[in-house]
């Protein structure tokens, strides 16, 4: 009965039961990738009054319009990438507003030297780091004062410390670390990466950002599908909310039971189809097709997955009651549940000013619920499954930025800050390449953003160059035309 | 490097086992080529690069490929973007070689081949060995400035192209036709049939007016025969007042409108703008009375330098275009920028404050030009106090407000008192409480001026500082670093030669001439862009606000032009442009799938189709409350809550903006970034708004008004049921096979509704707000709103409200063709 097609409106959704994590990914696999084969095989399936209103004849490969529709409908169903990987999900936390880098993962002596003077070769005065570093863990990397709990997780992290990127301004350097592009609407790296391995849980957006209110800059450019199927699409997620009906709003419906539900939306998929017959909008009506599926099933289980109350005190506790403490458990609680990606917004370190006293703050926000994440993780076993990211958008420069204020801070640079990894497949206690004596620049084994997204798709079992999706006639990829993975950080 | 390179032609021979030597000197020492390498540059370089580089990398290329000049020494080794084209003596990580060499699959040059000979490759390869001597010395920033000054086609000046001759004269009905059609016709292509009426009528009524045709005004249309059946409908959606309504919320997201300032020093500030508003009925009302566009630049910028003659006390409320931007925590040079930002990207369609720490990487935007921009701004500030723009006061209404107003007053002169004695006193824990009693007295005057019905409107405006100033150029944007004063004066790319500085106060005035000046031909392009771009979902230039270097070649540059200067001519009436518009071929051309045109164009730039359009929330929100017959059509005023229950019924425009917590609705929904400029919105499809649609209870109680409807419970029959719902929510009758699914579905209903209506999904979580708390109105702003997402119990739907719901939800309802 459960696997029969026709019962599909009886038992999905309503009889999910919570099991255990593992069991729960097991039940609850292929789904959608039964639905989703074609549109027409879907009708088939969802639809027996249409078969009988004749409607069969309707759907020749006219309506189908361009040859996608019928051949390539997307899928979430869970794909094995290409190559062996250890990494299965991927969180990223995005420190957006750019952090100093030498206040936090890249010390500068010579800072201290020059604090006050002029750098050779450079405008400006050179500022000496206000936090102390100190050599942690038994590889003994540096760290800043201001990650005293990270500090400790070092032989885990992997420290790149010559990223570079191409634009010092916010807006467009975050959309260019998630998408890898300045300029183009270009589908996010989550969104590739659901393109690539679907996901594990049909029943939950494989895709999901988190945010602690407000939008990040470039707003749903971050997460967005773009040229890829809808379904590929993150979804934003508003953690600032007091409970899980506000975090996602109309999560339930609180007049129409859910099997009737069903069958409403049954009728709805029907309505549609009659309507599109004549309409190209294959991609985007497909994607709503998918996004009314989603809903219907979030309507039981993402509840549960958004639900802190369910943590012990003390998991609460270790993760912080935080805002960025409560993101850290939710990321964890998806992860548990198969959510294939999760990018979680923990910004506010565009320091201009004030650097001393700020950054810090900022620092305190994320360093115990990421401790907490990766010990969590460990103890789980799902910390050698999943690849953790930290990082910005691009670094600051080692001189004073005054900016009208006399506590200084640090102005934009494009041309060096740091990148932590962990997790999946990374070599940890290891630091990776180098800035300048002043960190004013990645001197040393350069990784640009496309680098990074060419080693974090090698670490999920891709060739950058190999996952390519066609649209417009031209096969396009995540690293355009570039990319070099750095080997060395992988373990 | 050392040992010789391999085949080299001819004469050259003999020189090769000097050349590696030569090179490594070269570049050791910087030295000037010598004449045998100049010669061997002139000979054998220069003309492969002319003949097979050129036409896309110099100064000769239309557009320049991958920003890479091949035309000067300095572009090849600045190169583009992906890099140095060049390493001056190494070949094997010179790009411009392996892309010759067509060994990377993904750099292949010349692009489309034929490879260029071996003898010629290995002619590059020497040269570059050689340190790639080169005697072209101009700069590739000098050639980027003056190739984009001199040829980008967003600054050349505004000339009005006769539209290009045609076959299809018959289709082609006005100049705009002409203008898409020679495209089409070039490309072998035909414009689709026309939509049918009720297609057409249900377009234009949810372009223009942002709601769905009443039957009515459908069976009308269809029965007027006349040939300017179409123009009357046209004229009647213009002359409607939600009008305005539609177009000013388009507005609105250029103007980053917020009822907030965004983030706070909590402790020091309330973030409530209570007059915000006030500037929003402004843009309204223009849209109405169809302000020329010029007039509505210039009292936006500067309502208050007009002649009095012209000054009235409304229009005023203009300048909160300057002022409802976010505070920035009170940074002015923030402040500054963002309002720089929002003018040049609003009128200008540029990007200006790139340019406020460098100049900008892309368009001819030096930073002195910025800070001329600064100056403006710099001599700017808000008085102490809003003028009122209404002249009566008094009622009994307004002596509440004023009393509550005056009790506010008295306990802030009190508690400033207070804080005083404090202070001298030094008493730390009195003083912070009395700071925060005189914060939560702010609040209340700001709740109090935002939500009392009598509190009298202000304008949000900006004034003159005393003393006018020029500003300094700020050296990488930092206050501590000043460097050459510059003269408050407009942008020199778009000035055409002319740029006296600014002499009247600020600037503000000047500055608005300016824009709208006949010199200045960007403004009116930027304009029509963006209305074309409400009418067909993509504009002709697909970043509506970056007109520069960077982006996209206009689809149709001679019809943009030509609108452009028939906008000017029009007076720059915008209702005169929808009428150019939407009474064209191209307008009305039917959605439908043409699967061959869809491989040749598949986004549809050439037009030869109508898109398919998703309605934004407010036109989606406010279309459901038309539907149910819920739609409260109250025009201005303050702003409601449209985000909790009760939920307001009032267009969604009116419903606040809150910039440091958007509501997540309006978020799922692709709203505009309140905190930047937003020509064009995302569109992106995410279950939140299928959840929105299957659970909110505004959108089920709009189903539920459908069926209590006096007119659907007189229908004698299923099928007469079926067709008035179609006909109220698509504005067309159903299809056979449709009444019969809607027969069954109602049919099929389970015979009483279950009540098992899962208790635990209904009951509140704890923790949450009680479900009973009314949201008051006064609860609006970042400290209100808590009663989102409360959970109550409700009646089952009967199946006819269930399926009037899935009406709601099927595409058709969310969707424009």
Request: charged residues 25%; hydrophobic residues 35%; proline residues 8%.
């Amino acid at each position: 009965m459960r696997n029969h097609p026709l019962a599909w409106g009886v038992w999905c959704g309503i009889d999910t039961v919570m099991g255990s994590d593992n069991k729960y990914i097991r039940d609850h696999s292929p789904r959608l990738e039964d639905l989703f084969v074609t549109r027409r095989q879907f009708l088939q399936r969802t639809g027996m009054g249409l078969g009988m209103l004749g409607l069969a004849t309707l759907l020749g490969e006219e309506f189908l319009g361009s040859k996608v529709a019928a051949e390539e409908i997307a899928t979430l169903a869970p794909k094995a990438p290409p190559l062996p990987a250890k990494a299965k999900h991927v969180v990223h936390i995005f420190a957006q507003g750019a952090p100093s880098h030498v206040d936090t993962w890249d010390p500068k002596p010579a800072l201290a030297q020059y604090d006050g003077k002029p750098i050779p070769g450079m405008d400006g005065l050179a500022m000496a780091s206000p936090f102390k570093f100190e050599k942690k863990g038994k590889s003994g990397i540096e760290v800043s004062e201001v990650f005293p709990k990270l500090g400790e997780l070092v032989d885990d992290l992997t420290v790149i410390r010559s990223m570079y990127t191409d634009i010092p301004a916010h807006e467009v350097a975050t959309v260019f670390m998630n998408t890898g592009s300045t300029r183009f609407s270009r589908p996010s790296l989550g969104s590739w990466v659901l393109y690539g391995l679907g996901t594990e849980n049909q029943n939950m957006p494989g895709f999901i950002s988190l945010r602690p209110g407000g939008t990040p800059p470039g707003g749903s450019s971050n997460w967005q599908a773009s040229f890829l199927p809808g379904l590929y699409q993150g979804v934003s997620i508003n953690t600032k909310a007091p409970g899980v009906n506000q975090i996602i709003g109309n999560i339930r419906n609180q007049y129409t039971p859910l099997d009737e539900q069903r069958r409403q939306l049954d009728l709805v998929h029907q309505l549609n189809e009659l309507h599109s017959q004549n309409l190209q909008k294959d991609a985007q009506l497909e994607a709503r097709l998918q996004a009314f599926e989603m809903a219907f099933k979030m309507q039981t289980e993402a509840t549960d997955a958004f639900d802190l109350r369910k943590e012990p005190d003390a998991m609460r506790d270790m993760y912080g009651r935080t805002p960025q403490g409560n993101q850290m458990l939710i990321a964890r609680r998806l992860i548990e549940r198969g959510v294939r990606f999760v990018q979680v917004w923990a910004g506010g370190w565009d320091h201009h000013q004030d650097i001393e006293e700020r950054l810090p703050e900022r620092a305190k926000e994320i360093d115990q619920p990421l401790a907490a994440f990766i010990n969590d993780l460990k103890q789980r076993n799902l910390f050698d499954s999943t690849l953790v990211i930290w990082g910005g958008e691009f670094g600051r420069k080692p001189v004073k930025d005054r900016n009208g204020n006399d506590n200084p801070g640090r102005d934009h640079n494009a041309k060096a800050f740091t990148t932590v990894l962990a997790g999946g497949g990374v070599r940890g206690g290891s630091v990776y390449g180098a800035t300048d004596e002043f960190g004013a620049a990645a001197v040393e084994n350069k990784v640009h953003i496309h680098d990074l997204h060419a080693t974090i798709l090698a670490l999920l079992g891709f060739d950058h160059t190999k996952l390519t999706y066609r649209y417009n006639g031209r096969d396009f990829r995540l690293t355009d035309v570039a990319g070099q993975v750095v080997t060395p950080v992988l373990a | 490097m050392n040992k010789p390179p391999f085949i080299l032609p001819g004469v050259l021979r003999q020189l090769c086992p000097a050349l590696g030597f030569l090179a490594a000197i070269v570049r050791s020492l910087g030295a000037e080529p010598t004449p045998s390498q100049l010669q061997f540059f002139e000979n054998r370089i220069r003309p492969v690069l002319v003949q097979n580089c050129y036409k896309c990398h110099s100064d000769q290329s239309e557009k320049v490929k991958g920003g890479l000049w091949l035309d000067t020494r300095d572009g090849l080794l600045k190169g583009g973007d992906t890099g140095p084209a060049i390493v001056s003596g190494d070949p094997e990580h010179s790009l411009l070689i392996r892309a010759v060499r067509y060994t990377d699959p993904d750099l292949q040059m010349p692009p489309k081949g034929p490879q260029l000979p071996d003898s010629v490759v290995a002619d590059l390869v020497s040269w570059v060995k050689m340190g790639a001597p080169d005697p072209r010395t101009a700069t590739v920033a000098q050639k980027a400035r003056t190739e984009s000054s001199k040829s980008h086609w967003a600054w050349q000046p505004l000339r009005k192209p006769s539209p290009p001759a045609v076959q299809d004269s018959g289709w082609a009905r006005t100049p705009v036709d002409k203008f898409v059609l020679a495209k089409l016709e070039e490309k072998g292509l035909k414009p689709n049939p026309p939509a049918d009426k009720r297609t057409l009528i249900r377009r234009a009524t949810f372009d223009l007016i942002g709601l769905p045709p009443t039957p009515a005004e459908v069976e009308a249309f269809l029965k007027d025969e006349s040939p300017d059946a179409f123009e009357k409908v046209v004229d009647r959606l213009l002359a409607s007042p939600h009008y305005g309504e539609r177009w000013g919320r388009h507005w609105l997201d250029v103007a980053r409108y917020s009822d907030t300032k965004g983030q706070v020093r909590r402790q020091r500030e309330d973030p409530t703008y209570p007059f915000a508003w006030t500037y929003r009925d402004y843009v309204i009302r223009s849209f109405n009375e169809d302000k020329p566009y010029n007039l509505f630049i210039i009292e936006q910028l500067a309502a208050d330098k007009l002649p009095a003659s012209t000054r009235n006390p409304t229009n005023l409320c203009a300048l909160g275009f300057l002022t409802v931007g976010d505070r920035f925590m009170e940074m002015q040079n923030d402040i500054i920028n963002d309002r720089i930002d929002v003018v040049t990207k609003g009128f200008l369609g540029l990007t200006v404050t790139c340019a406020r720490c460098h100049d900008h990487k892309f368009d001819p935007i030096p930073t002195k030009d910025y800070y001329s921009l600064f100056g403006v701004f710099s001599s700017c500030a808000e008085p102490k106090f809003e003028p009122v723009i209404v002249k009566n006061l008094g009622g009994p209404d307004y002596s509440d407000y004023y009393k509550k107003r005056m009790d506010l007053e008295q306990e802030k002169d009190t508690l400033e008192a207070k804080l005083r004695e404090l202070r001298r006193k030094g008493d730390r824990e009195a003083l912070r409480n009395t700071l925060r009693d005189l914060r939560q007295n702010q609040t209340r005057v700001s709740q109090l001026e935002l939500t009392h019905p009598a509190a009298p409107p202000r304008a949000m405006v900006l004034e003159d500082l005393r003393r006018p100033h020029d500003s300094p150029v700020l050296i990488r944007g930092d206050a501590g670093n000043k460097g050459p004063v510059v003269p408050r004066q407009f942008l020199e790319v778009l000035s055409g030669g002319y740029r006296p500085p600014f002499t009247n106060g600020s600037g503000r005035l000047d500055l608005a001439w300016a824009i709208v000046s006949k010199q200045n031909p960007i403004t009116p392009r930027v304009l029509v862009n963006r209305v074309w771009q409400h009418h067909f979902g993509e504009g002709f230039v697909s970043t509506p606000d970056d007109f520069g270097m960077r982006a996209e070649q206009p689809s149709h540059p001679e019809l943009l032009d030509y609108l452009a200067a028939r906008f000017e001519e029009d007076g720059w009436s915008i209702k005169k442009l929808h009428r150019l518009i939407m009474l064209s071929s191209v307008y009305q051309e039917s959605s439908a799938n043409n699967p061959r045109y869809a491989q040749i164009d598949p986004e549809n730039r050439l037009l030869w189709r109508a898109n398919i359009r998703r309605l934004e929330f407010e036109a989606l929100r406010d279309s459901l409350l038309a539907i149910g017959g819920d739609l409260d059509p109250t025009m201005y005023g303050r702003p409601v809550d449209i985000e909790s229950e009760p939920f307001s019924t009032r267009r969604t425009i009116y419903g606040l903006v809150d910039r440091s917590d958007i509501a997540d609705v309006l978020v799922n929904f692709d709203f505009a970034n309140p905190d930047l400029p937003t020509g064009k919105r995302h569109d992106t499809t995410v279950p939140q708004q299928a959840l929105f649609l299957m659970n909110s209870p505004l959108v089920i109680e709009q189903a539920k008004r459908l069926v209590a409807l006096p007119e659907f419970q007189a229908c004698p029959d299923e099928e007469s049921r079926i067709d008035f719902l179609y006909q109220r929510i698509y504005q067309r009758p159903p299809r056979p096979e449709e009444i019969k699914l809607g027969s069954e579905f109602v049919a099929s209903a389970p015979e009483s509704p279950t009540t098992s209506n899962n208790d635990a999904a209904v009951r509140p979580i704890s923790n949450e707000i009680s479900a009973d708390r009314p949201m008051r109105f006064a609860q609006l702003g970042p400290q209100g709103r808590k009663g989102r997402g409360v959970m109550r119990k409700r009646a089952p739907l009967k199946s006819w409200e269930e399926y009037a719901h899935a009406l709601l939800q099927a595409n058709e309802a969310s969707f424009v063709n």
